[in-house]
């Protein structure tokens, strides 16, 4: 379709998005203007507001000097202009020209006293900047925090915060700050107060797990902008060893160092001066190290050989490469020594103070978490002030009526509630006009507007940059989760029956509630999936076994007994067990139900662990005083069945979330160190990775190997699949280097995917369009190793036939592998009329290392490359047992993986182990999609207590 357009058309289109991702064919056909503030043009900004507040006759004088200079050059052109004008239109001798040289004369008068203005007034400029420049620090203040908060809204689209707001904040910190004669105390005291009141302000609005994230990159782009942390060190924080590959780095000293340790070492002793003999300094006092590396809280103690050379940063690095689990803790110390305690202190929701600081105008936005509801709070504070509130909420049909409260509320003055505003996205948009286009003058000055709303990409930016955010999640915890249990309760629910299981029924359903709840954190040893319980699971429960005990009868004497059978199978299965999707997630949610729910429970002083005791009394607000008082405030993971390293297990996931997140949102444009610019550092990557990458296969000469070894053979078939498929992936990454050199250079336009290539490259990850034909990885220099491993494994077994041992973590498909196994033992037994269809895995745990086996075994295949996770291994008594302290992984010696027929199997013996299923999964994050095969491992203990553990054996623990 094509259609004339006339000459004079232009098309005008503006976006509130920061820094908007166009794609290169865009911006050949468009001009792009960047309105978007940069950091000098605010601090500039920043300081003239500051001078006007502080110094008010010194901007005067500053802009009549300015007026007075364009004046003065106004009137220079024009003198020059007019003697141009007389030159060019002057005909014959020009001495004979009067009014050319009267108009010169006057010119060179002119010139002579404007220019003895111009260097009086430069003089007064130098006086005037000088004076300003004295208050240049808040300026820069003021310009860090506001880039710091406009960073936080790549963290969660709702944390949005406009230019105007923060100038509101600014000239507000300005004015409140406290009064000192002195400029130098005085432009102190504007500097904390401000940076604390932005601190209070953003902080309000951000969840749990973003809040110690922001207060650290408060500290660090502080620090970096005064000049007191280099780059190089905030970005050995964030990225470690990453792009380092252990193979390639000195050997580690001792086997007590995690290798992902190691790699941080040696990078942190290649970029930071101060660790420059780190290395060294652990391999000739390695006791000490280890000693040091022990400790429950390495933070606090005193570090080998470095100890009185390094600052709070520098301790927080090391922390950060030898003890990721204690990297948050250490960077707490760092906020407060660089900040001030009051920045690692929780700052406690004022309701009061939101209401004064808003307006009719100004909505007041509730970021909903799971288990938050904040309406009993803005009912309650409506209540104090006296106000009516009207509550609605949006969903499809409800925009009229939320708009004619609105609109009511505009002239009476009432308060305004409208929940789950995610609901209804359009109304919002509608609402964001109505908002701009009022009159202030014609809004009710007592109206306010409240809003909830779960985080939506949709959710308009221009309505959340004109509104105040709030957060308001529950606390965490047993004692916590089970007080919110009982106050969905009344002493009603209580009297309910007189059976004596009716009340620890009650609590156990409280506790188990707050159990399945609190298991989430600690990732997938956890839950598989992370499930949202909820109010509503909770209350099916209860409602079930009150309907459970009216139908036994009140009488424990005359009805029949309580059937903890029925209630354990219902609430596993039904009221809980209908969110889980997952197989092992089933599992472990019944085997948690026959843990807790059993007639045990009746016994006076029964405590499910220490500390968690039932209460005994008729009262409800007995028991919330016993559970407020008896239950412990801080949880052990044995409350949830989980091993002592389970703490560890979701400290390092809190760690290595937030400085994710961190990497994620630095700007792109920054240059490296040592003066290199980013492009430039991933060239010379890219040029290393070419270096290391192998070769790609030559179809043909594969195909004649595999002829040659058997190329019918269902193994053999799995072998040219597997190098197919490295072949695509060994293929795109030659190819994306070579073209990202090419981009670099200009030779051809980079495209979004290489942009992203390039962004990945220097932040040490892989690509995602690398991922999409691989396997994730947490970084460039694991994925690449294993992309030579795999190499070398495939590669052997097309030259030299199959191996003695097979690593398993090298497949793509380890399933397929291992239906290959059980074809070939089929295959084997096919006289003895076996079907493929009839088979099961069969495994065995062997003593010996995979460095001890040489030769294959007669039926079946050896693996190994499996770490168990939640548990360890005891190899002289071939069973599961307990992980020691900061045993996250124990590899597993060789397994032995073979078929038999399904119902074949040997009965237990008397007094023979018990068998654990233990799941094997190809990566940490445990789905079905990851699930490989179920590996039996002999244990002492009832199956159920390695259930509760979350163990089980994973291919690759990264």
Not at 369 to 378: A, E, L, V
Not at 444 to 462: A, C, Q, V
Not at 470 to 492: C, F, H, I, K
Not at 747 to 771: F, G, H, K, N
Request: with cysteine; net charge negative; charged share 25%.
């Amino acid at each position: 379709y094509q259609r004339r357009v006339h000459g004079d058309f232009k098309l005008f289109m503006s976006t509130k998005l920061p820094n908007p991702a166009f794609a290169p064919e865009l911006f050949a056909k468009c001009t792009i203007i960047d309105f978007t503030v940069t950091m000098a043009g605010l601090e500039q900004q920043l300081l003239g507001r500051v001078i006007g507040q502080e110094k008010a006759e010194l901007e005067e004088e500053r802009a009549k000097l300015v007026e007075e200079v364009n004046n003065n050059e106004k009137r220079l052109k024009f003198y020059e202009d007019k003697l141009l004008a007389q030159l060019s239109a002057s005909q014959g001798n020009l001495i004979d020209d009067e009014e050319l040289i009267e108009t010169l004369a006057d010119a060179k008068k002119a010139s002579t006293e404007i220019k003895e203005k111009l260097s009086v007034a430069m003089e007064t400029r130098k006086r005037i900047n000088s004076a300003r420049e004295e208050y240049r620090p808040v300026a820069i203040r003021g310009s860090v925090l506001y880039f710091l908060v406009v960073e936080m809204s790549l963290v969660n689209p709702m944390y949005q915060t406009s230019l105007n707001q923060f100038l509101v904040l600014y000239d507000t910190g300005i004015e409140k700050s406290e009064w000192h004669q002195l400029t130098s105390k005085r432009i102190q005291s504007i500097i904390e107060y401000t940076t604390f009141a932005i601190f209070r302000y953003v902080g309000r609005g951000l969840f749990e797990e973003h809040k110690l994230m922001f207060v650290l990159l408060m500290a660090c782009k502080i620090q970096m902008r005064n000049g007191s942390l280099s780059h190089s060190s905030f970005q050995t924080l964030l990225k470690g060893g990453a792009a380092l590959n252990i193979a390639e780095v000195r050997p580690k000293p001792s086997s007590w160092i995690p290798d992902k340790s190691w790699l941080n070492c040696i990078a942190l002793a290649d970029s930071v001066k101060v660790f420059k003999n780190l290395p060294d300094l652990i391999q000739r006092n390695d006791s000490t190290w280890r000693y040091w590396w022990d400790q429950e809280a390495p933070e606090h103690t005193t570090i080998p050989d470095l100890d009185d050379r390094l600052d709070v940063f520098d301790r927080m690095l090391l922390v950060r490469a030898l003890r990721e689990d204690r990297t948050m803790l250490s960077a707490v110390d760092y906020i407060k020594e660089t900040l001030g305690n009051q920045y690692a202190e929780p700052q406690q929701l004022d309701l009061e103070s939101v209401v004064t600081e808003s307006h009719g105008l100004m909505p007041v936005i509730f970021l909903l978490s799971q288990g938050s509801d904040p309406t009993g709070q803005i009912e309650g504070l409506a209540k104090k002030h006296k106000k009516r509130i009207g509550a609605i909420s949006m969903g499809q049909g409800q925009e009229p009526a939320a708009h004619a409260m609105v609109q009511n509320g505009f002239v009476s003055g009432d308060w305004v509630l409208c929940q789950n505003c995610h609901l209804g996205l359009p109304f919002l948009r509608e609402l964001e006009e109505v908002l701009l286009k009022a009159d202030k003058a014609n809004i009710h000055d007592e109206f306010r507007l409240w809003m909830t709303s779960e985080p939506n990409p949709s959710f308009p930016i221009g309505l959340l940059q004109m509104s105040i955010k709030l957060t308001n999640e529950p606390p965490q915890g047993m004692r916590a989760g089970v007080l919110r249990s009982y106050s969905w309760m009344t002493q009603d629910v209580f009297d309910n029956f007189r059976r004596p299981e009716w009340r620890p029924l009650l609590f156990t359903i409280c506790f188990l509630h707050s159990i399945v709840q609190e298991r989430r954190k600690f990732g997938p040893i956890g839950w598989c999936i992370p499930y949202e319980y909820n109010f509503g699971d909770w209350n099916a429960s209860v409602q079930f076994i009150q309907n459970h005990l009216t139908t036994i009868g009140d009488d424990p004497k005359k009805g029949a007994p309580v059937s903890y059978d029925t209630i354990r199978y219902m609430v596993s299965e039904i009221q809980y067990g209908g969110r889980v999707t997952d197989d092992k997630d089933r599992v472990l949610l019944a085997t948690l139900t026959e843990v807790f729910i059993h007639p045990k429970i009746l016994t006076p002083d029964f405590a499910f662990t220490p500390g968690y005791i039932i209460p005994r009394f008729e009262e409800i607000i007995k028991h919330r005083e016993f559970i407020a008082s008896t239950m412990p405030e801080v949880d052990t993971p044995e409350v949830f069945g989980l091993n002592a390293n389970a703490d560890i297990t979701y400290r390092l996931r809190t760690a290595q979330s937030v400085l994710s997140t961190i990497l994620d949102i630095q700007p792109r444009q920054s240059s490296g160190g040592g003066g290199a610019t980013r492009e430039e550092q991933v060239v010379q990557t890219a040029d290393e990775l070419l270096k290391k990458l192998p070769p790609a296969w030559n179809k043909d000469f594969v195909k004649e190997n595999m002829v040659k070894w058997g190329h019918r053979e269902p193994l053999n078939i799995f072998c040219s699949q597997e190098i197919d498929r490295l072949q695509v992936v060994i293929i795109l990454v030659r190819r994306t280097l070579n073209d990202l050199k090419l981009a670099v250079a200009g030779t051809i336009i980079m495209s979004t995917e290489l942009q992203e290539a390039l962004d990945c490259i220097y932040d040490s990850r892989v690509p995602p369009r690398w991922v999409r034909v691989s396997w994730p990885a947490p970084n460039m220099g694991l994925w690449f190793a294993d992309v030579i491993k795999r190499h070398e494994q495939l590669d052997d077994w097309q030259l030299h036939d199959r191996p003695a041992k097979y690593w398993l973590t090298g497949f793509f498909n380890p399933q397929g592998f291992l239906t290959s196994v059980r074809q070939e033992v089929c295959r084997k037994h096919a006289n003895d009329g076996w079907s493929l269809d009839e088979m099961e895995t069969k495994t065995e745990v062997l003593k010996q290392e995979k460095h001890e086996i040489d030769r294959p075994p007669p039926e079946g295949v050896f693996i190994y490359g499996l770490f168990l996770e939640g548990c360890s291994w005891d190899k002289g008594r071939q069973r599961v047992k307990e992980a020691a302290q900061k045993e996250m992984f124990r590899e597993l010696p060789v397994l032995h993986v073979t078929g038999i027929e399904a119902g074949h199997k040997p009965p237990k013996q008397k007094g023979a182990l018990n068998k654990f299923k233990c799941p094997v999964y190809k990566y940490p994050t445990r789905n079905d999609i990851n699930w490989v095969f179920d590996c039996e491992l002999n244990c002492e203990e009832e199956p159920h207590h390695w259930i509760m553990r979350g163990c089980c054996l994973l291919c690759s623990v990264d």
